[in-house]
């Protein structure tokens, strides 16, 4: 069956994304060149793409494998990324990051893939998706590249709000089990809260009242809580789910991809220092290129908003076709393990055991 770019995509079989296409910063070409990447890998997925219909109509002839699968959405404006949320929900009704998640809200796909404004994006997102009840602050959940059987931890807040009570850092563990029970396959996962030192009596009271929270129903939660962790632990193997606040977690993700970054610069100075180093590089090659794959930001690119009604996954905004591809994927995986559904199950549940508790304790008194 045979439909053109600006046709409905929806009556098909198989996975729809909602795509916004002019978030990036460097147009919607890397966009369509990552959907067209990941397009190839799974022949099952469609996408509803949004940004303005000449242009992008235009991407997508070049790429054959999108021919059939891709519906364009006319949208004559874009959310820089000096935009401030306030006006964007105000006024970006006809930008693209707006219809692309309206086409989630309505049901027409199952998750929205954005490399624009995080700030514009999750406020838009709130207004539009709304929160799960129960949830007072979403958050950003990454993967984080580790020691671990799987190959990564999940970390969450890094950036969705720069404060977190203890209940707060609670719904961000719980979130971040069913991220890592959907998104990794981990069955029991292994949950550590962020802190400045493992002892008991280091930290702020928040992170305390939230150590008492996570161990308390780890048993009925489906999780095992290892306590409080540092900061060498976030790539290490002691925990699967790092929780913190998002102004921590979000200077220990860019602390971390400028290390990556630095690793791989020093390393490729130091094999071309002499003709002998140079001669390593070629001996080592393979292995390097190992090495720059594990560490490569690109290729787990896209952090998802968890607390929301639907799915979100944003990716940087500098993010070329790799890293594109890297989040359109990891929306793939989402859709198809139905984790908006199961992330709303796990939250309610707990929610109401937190809420019995609460009561009981208040009769006793």
């Given at each position: 069956?045979?439909?053109?770019?600006?046709?409905?995509?929806?009556?098909?079989?198989?996975?729809?994304?909602?795509?916004?296409?002019?978030?990036?910063?460097?147009?919607?070409?890397?966009?369509?060149?990552?959907?067209?990447?990941?397009?190839?890998?799974?022949?099952?997925?469609?996408?509803?793409?949004?940004?303005?219909?000449?242009?992008?109509?235009?991407?997508?002839?070049?790429?054959?494998?999108?021919?059939?699968?891709?519906?364009?959405?006319?949208?004559?404006?874009?959310?820089?990324?000096?935009?401030?949320?306030?006006?964007?929900?105000?006024?970006?009704?006809?930008?693209?990051?707006?219809?692309?998640?309206?086409?989630?809200?309505?049901?027409?796909?199952?998750?929205?893939?954005?490399?624009?404004?995080?700030?514009?994006?999750?406020?838009?997102?709130?207004?539009?998706?709304?929160?799960?009840?129960?949830?007072?602050?979403?958050?950003?959940?990454?993967?984080?590249?580790?020691?671990?059987?799987?190959?990564?931890?999940?970390?969450?807040?890094?950036?969705?709000?720069?404060k977190a009570d203890a209940k707060d850092l609670f719904q961000y563990a719980l979130m971040g089990v069913s991220y890592a029970r959907n998104g990794l396959e981990?069955?029991?996962?292994?949950?550590?809260?962020?802190?400045?030192?493992?002892?008991?009596?280091?930290?702020?009271?928040?992170?305390?009242?939230?150590?008492?929270?996570?161990?308390?129903?780890?048993?009925?939660?489906?999780?095992?809580?290892?306590?409080?962790?540092?900061?060498?632990?976030?790539?290490?193997?002691?925990?699967?789910?790092?929780?913190?606040?998002?102004?921590?977690?979000?200077?220990?993700?860019?602390?971390?991809?400028?290390?990556?970054?630095?690793?791989?610069?020093?390393?490729?100075?130091?094999?071309?220092?002499?003709?002998?180093?140079?001669?390593?590089?070629?001996?080592?090659?393979?292995?390097?290129?190992?090495?720059?794959?594990?560490?490569?930001?690109?290729?787990?690119?896209?952090?998802?908003?968890?607390?929301?009604?639907?799915?979100?996954?944003?990716?940087?905004?500098?993010?070329?076709?790799?890293?594109?591809?890297?989040?359109?994927?990891?929306?793939?995986?989402?859709?198809?393990?139905?984790?908006?559904?199961?992330?709303?199950?796990?939250?309610?549940?707990?929610?109401?055991?937190?809420?019995?508790?609460?009561?009981?304790?208040?009769?006793?008194?």
């Open positions: 069956m045979t439909v053109k770019a600006d046709q409905s995509v929806r009556n098909l079989p198989g996975t729809v994304l909602s795509i916004d296409a002019m978030g990036g910063d460097m147009g919607p070409s890397p966009i369509v060149l990552g959907m067209a990447a990941t397009a190839t890998k799974n022949p099952h997925l469609k996408f509803i793409v949004h940004g303005p219909a000449e242009e992008l109509n235009s991407l997508v002839r070049v790429h054959k494998i999108l021919i059939g699968r891709c519906e364009v959405r006319h949208c004559e404006e874009k959310v820089s990324m000096l935009d401030k949320p306030s006006q964007i929900i105000r006024n970006g009704r006809s930008t693209s990051m707006w219809s692309a998640l309206e086409c989630v809200r309505n049901g027409e796909a199952e998750v929205c893939v954005s490399c624009g404004n995080t700030g514009a994006l999750m406020a838009m997102s709130m207004i539009r998706l709304r929160k799960l009840p129960g949830v007072n602050r979403p958050a950003i959940a990454v993967l984080w590249p580790s020691r671990s059987k799987s190959g990564f931890n999940v970390m969450l807040d890094v950036g969705a709000d720069i981990i069955s029991l996962p292994r949950v550590g809260l962020l802190n400045v030192g493992t002892e008991d009596h280091k930290g702020r009271a928040e992170l305390h009242e939230a150590h008492e929270l996570i161990s308390q129903y780890g048993k009925s939660g489906d999780y095992k809580f290892v306590g409080f962790i540092e900061g060498g632990d976030i790539p290490g193997d002691k925990a699967d789910v790092i929780v913190t606040d998002g102004f921590t977690g979000n200077v220990a993700l860019k602390t971390g991809e400028g290390t990556a970054q630095l690793i791989g610069e020093l390393l490729l100075q130091a094999f071309r220092y002499s003709p002998l180093s140079r001669l390593t590089q070629l001996l080592a090659v393979s292995s390097l290129r190992r090495l720059r794959k594990r560490i490569d930001p690109r290729r787990v690119n896209g952090g998802v908003f968890l607390g929301l009604n639907k799915t979100v996954v944003k990716s940087h905004g500098t993010a070329d076709e790799t890293g594109v591809s890297a989040a359109i994927n990891l929306a793939v995986t989402l859709a198809n393990s139905q984790f908006s559904q199961k992330l709303a199950e796990r939250v309610a549940s707990v929610d109401t055991l937190t809420h019995n508790s609460e009561n009981a304790i208040s009769k006793a008194e």
